[in-house]
């Protein structure tokens, strides 16, 4: 079973920075597209980041310039550098690996990200 453990959420102050991690096991991470969502109290999950397998990316509009998405295929690991952080950002983060050609996706557990003075 496909396995994805994210890392690096805290508490942070407004303008603070933050890197999201997302280790993936048990897949042939080259094949993946990979993305970021988060999911804020009382809200929808929402796609913050993705980048392909190709490595072309794109971001929320609200997280672009901010945010930035990047993968180390070596490490099976994708990546959330988070800058200039504000409230809004506060939610719980999650990571998601997705190959449509077998409709396949899967999550990982999740981490918290608090911005707040």
């Known amino acids: 079973q496909v396995q994805l453990v994210e890392s690096g959420g805290g508490l942070v102050q407004p303008g603070g920075s933050l890197r999201l991690s997302c280790e993936a096991s048990?897949?042939?991470?080259?094949?993946?597209?990979m993305g970021w969502y988060r999911q804020a109290p009382g809200k929808q999950r929402e796609l913050v980041a993705r980048?392909?397998?190709?490595?072309?990316?794109n971001y929320a509009d609200d997280v672009k310039g901010r945010f930035t998405i990047s993968k180390d295929n070596a490490k099976n690991t994708v990546f959330l550098q988070m800058n200039s952080l504000e409230p809004e950002d506060t939610a719980v983060y999650y990571c998601?690996?997705?190959?449509?050609?077998?409709?396949?996706?899967?999550w990982g557990q999740g981490t918290q990200v608090t911005v707040s003075s």
């Open positions: 048990k897949m042939i991470f080259i094949m993946y597209n």
């Open positions: 980048i392909t397998s190709g490595g072309s990316t």
């Open positions: 998601n690996a997705e190959l449509p050609a077998f409709a396949r996706t899967y």
